[in-house]
């Protein structure tokens, strides 16, 4: 292999803001692939406070939605004696490479962004200058591990795109070829975009004001039982292939969330499904959801009554992602020239 390519082990790096309770869309595009990948790669999951920051928050809920957060990673089955679990601003090496790396950054780059769009809305001006730095600290996150796979939901398959582009560029700029690696993102599978249950053109998102959009996992089976009977679909029975399923978007997301959970085809839904109807496909769609959302959201319960254990397994995170970490900043400092480095 050319010098010019990494050459390093691979690492999965991934992280999930603390911005609220988790849904259906954050299991299925995102923790349900971590808990798999702990048995084949070495991986390392962060609860990532200082993207949460791009958008106001009350001190004092960050915090407990950061322990939350590492709860619903044991809950759903992550295991600290597997993965490294812990959270983003204990590890100071994220913010310093996130700075290094808006020197490598294009603001053209940025600007291309759709996610910034989306969230900075209308009012570009009013703003973070973090949140439209957000994809760098990504890019930082990931290669301060120097991580070559990012396991995430489609939404976030442009802003992977931009940590290869910064990693690139610092490699070229620095003259040193192969220092990082390009991650490549984990995104293939289904439910790697769950939408809205009341809009099926809108991402299932934890800051949608209604709470009847999503499935979250500490919802109890009649909740979820009632939020599936009132997603939003429409009269016409369920078609025998996908492509009769255009323009039905809220129809194709309930396909696609009884595929994802199931761990079948969305063809394979309609083969079992087609020619009925959403009274006939929702209370079994709900019945799947129960089976698999309630047995996490009581664990959530038991992890969340002890916050002591869940600070032990980032304390002890933070020291084993620090000790990756420092040694690849010891050396962008060399290769930047920092004194004393
Ligand atoms: N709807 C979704 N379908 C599939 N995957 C999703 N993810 C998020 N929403 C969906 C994936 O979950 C991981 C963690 O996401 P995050 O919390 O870091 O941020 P997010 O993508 O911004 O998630 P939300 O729920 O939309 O949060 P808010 O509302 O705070 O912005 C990521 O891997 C993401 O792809």
């Known amino acids: 292999m050319s010098a010019h390519v990494y050459t390093g082990p691979e690492r999965v790096f991934s992280g999930v803001q603390p911005t609220g309770a988790l849904h259906l869309g954050n299991y299925l595009g995102a923790l349900k692939k971590f808990v798999a990948l702990q048995e084949t790669h070495d991986c390392i999951f962060c609860v990532v406070d200082l993207h949460a920051i791009t958008m106001p928050q009350d001190p004092k809920t960050l915090s407990q939605n950061t322990r939350k957060i590492t709860a619903a990673f044991l809950a759903a089955g992550l295991d600290p004696k597997k993965a490294v ?3 983003q601003s204990a590890v100071r090496a994220h913010s310093e490479l996130a700075w290094i790396f ?22 570009k001006e009013r ?7 957000y994809p760098v600290l990504q890019a930082a996150d990931i290669l301060a591990y120097k991580a070559t796979h990012v396991p995430v939901g ?7 795109e931009l940590s290869r582009d910064i990693a690139e560029r610092f490699n070229r700029d620095y003259d040193a070829p192969g220092f990082f690696p390009l991650p490549e993102p984990l995104i293939k599978g289904p439910g790697a975009r769950v939408m809205s249950l009341k809009d099926g053109t809108k991402k299932m998102s934890k800051s949608d004001p209604s709470d009847l959009s999503r499935i979250n996992l500490e919802d109890d089976a009649d909740t979820i039982a009632r939020k599936i009977k009132k997603a939003r679909t429409d009269p016409e029975p369920l078609p025998d292939n996908m492509d009769a399923l255009k323009g039905r978007d809220g129809a194709a997301n309930l396909v696609g969330i009884y595929a994802a959970l199931a761990g079948i085809s969305d063809q394979a839904v309609l083969d079992e499904y087609a020619g009925q109807g959403f009274g006939a496909f929702k209370p079994k769609l709900a019945e799947l959801t129960v089976n698999a959302i309630t047995p996490i959201g009581q664990d959530l319960a038991r992890v969340n009554a002890d916050p002591a254990q869940i600070d032990l397994v980032l304390k002890d995170g933070a020291m084993r992602a620090s000790a990756i970490a420092e040694p690849i900043m010891e050396e962008v400092r060399r290769i930047i020239g920092f004194w004393g480095a």
Do not use: P, Y
Request: proline residues 0%; positive net charge; glycine residues 8%.
């Open 85 to 87: 679990i812990f959270v």
């Open 102 to 123: 808006n020197c490598s950054a294009r603001m053209g780059w940025l600007e291309r962004m759709t996610q910034f769009k989306d969230k900075a809305g209308k009012d």
């Open 127 to 133: 703003a973070s200058v973090g949140l439209f730095a």
């Open 154 to 160: 489609e939404d976030q398959k442009q802003h992977l």
